[in-house]
């Protein structure tokens, strides 16, 4: 599946207000989310680290208790099993990178 169009692809909510068009490969799990203005995320850790770029909007991500406000642009990287939790500020949209691969998204 070389050739992609994101909005193609189904969608799964994976929190309420959250919602996620999944690309896996052996490696990798991108993860191009919809969040919601006031949906938030529970706090959670997993084995996987995770690149969170922002393209739309203002999240806020608790990363090991610091508050850090994400909006376009930015990028924040999250090693393997760091507690975090977030919401959206404002409704947002993400990717999410996960290595290695989220088979728990398959």
């Known amino acids: 599946m070389p050739f992609i169009t994101v909005s193609a692809l189904p969608v799964r909510e994976i929190f309420p207000g959250l919602r996620?068009?999944?690309?896996?490969?052996d490696r990798q799990t991108h993860s191009w989310v919809e969040v919601d203005a006031g949906a938030a995320f529970p706090e959670h850790q997993h084995p996987h680290e995770q690149?969170?770029?922002?393209?739309?909007?203002?999240?806020?991500?608790?990363?090991?208790?610091a508050v850090h406000r994400l909006t376009p642009g930015t990028v924040f990287v999250i090693p393997a099993e760091v507690r975090h939790s977030g919401r959206g500020v404002t409704a947002c949209r993400v990717?999410?990178?996960?290595?290695?691969?989220?088979?728990?998204?398959?």
Do not use: N
């Open 51 to 65: 690149i969170v770029t922002v393209m739309e909007g203002e999240l806020e991500l608790v990363v090991e208790g």
């Open 20 to 25: 996620a068009r999944l690309i896996h490969t």
């Open 95 to 106: 990717l999410d990178v996960f290595s290695p691969a989220r088979d728990d998204y398959r």
